[in-house]
């Protein structure tokens, strides 16, 4: 089981009593949002270092089109994975071990986190 997997299944049981049907929806949604904030943290540090070693692969436009194609493939593949049979054989498997539990301030904190270095990385050179 993947990091990933796990994120989605920590989420998924912490709003599933207080939201019941929207729980798989959150889950689903904070995945992939956490999936395009290292794709995006990735994709800017490749940019900075390829700038540092005067390689010109593709312009900025066509990064940025690059990047919202590869979000959108990201979020269909986790809709794809999460919304059925899958869901519940990661959430057996779960049952089974029960050190899975993240902090609130963690999952907050995550993806606000990755942003924030994004940002910086973008801004820095």
Known sequence: MNYFNQLYLTVFNRFKA???QKANTVALFYVSFVEIAVMLLMGIFFI????QMNVVI???SNAWLLFIIASLFIHFKNWLNYSGRKRLILNAKLSKRKDLDYSL???ISLPFGLLGLSLMM???L
């Open 105 to 107: 301030f963690t999952l």
């Open 18 to 20: 207080r939201l019941k």
């Open 48 to 51: 900075k270092f390829l700038d």
């Open 122 to 124: 973008l801004k820095v």
């Open 58 to 60: 593709m312009n900025g």
